[in-house]
């Protein structure tokens, strides 16, 4: 079955990094575009990155453009997701999942547990 394990997350100083990691498995990976996920308490779960698979073009919402960078292995089934000078307002808990690069809505209704950032001085 489909399955995705993210990894990575943790409480770090505003003007941190992480490195997130997606490992997914159970679908053709190599013929997804893969996406990251966050969901800040309160509000509604948002797109914060995508990859298209194939050429691999990347996208990201205006909030992390210029601070986070996605890539994608499809040897190791593995999406990564590196995130440079964090704001507070980058906490929430970070998901993936996969689908297309036009429409950009999760194509699996299996999710992982996520993984959680906080960032707080």
């Known amino acids: 079955q489909v399955q995705f394990v993210e990894s990575g997350g943790g409480l770090v100083q505003p003007g941190g990094s992480l490195r997130l990691s997606c490992e997914a498995s159970g679908f053709v990976f190599s013929g997804y575009s893969i996406i990251w996920y966050r969901k800040a308490s309160g509000k509604e779960r948002e797109l914060v990155a995508i990859?298209?698979?194939?050429?691999?073009?990347?996208d990201y919402a205006d909030s992390v453009k210029g601070r986070f960078s996605i890539s994608r292995d499809n040897d190791k089934n593995t999406v990564s997701l590196l995130m440079n000078n964090l704001k507070p307002e980058d906490t929430g808990v970070y998901y993936c999942?996969?689908?297309?690069?036009?429409?950009?809505?999760?194509?699996?209704?299996?999710w992982g547990q996520g993984t959680q950032v906080t960032v707080s001085s």
């Open positions: 990859i298209s698979n194939g050429i691999e073009i990347s």
């Open positions: 999942n996969a689908g297309t690069y036009v429409g950009r809505r999760p194509e699996f209704d299996s």
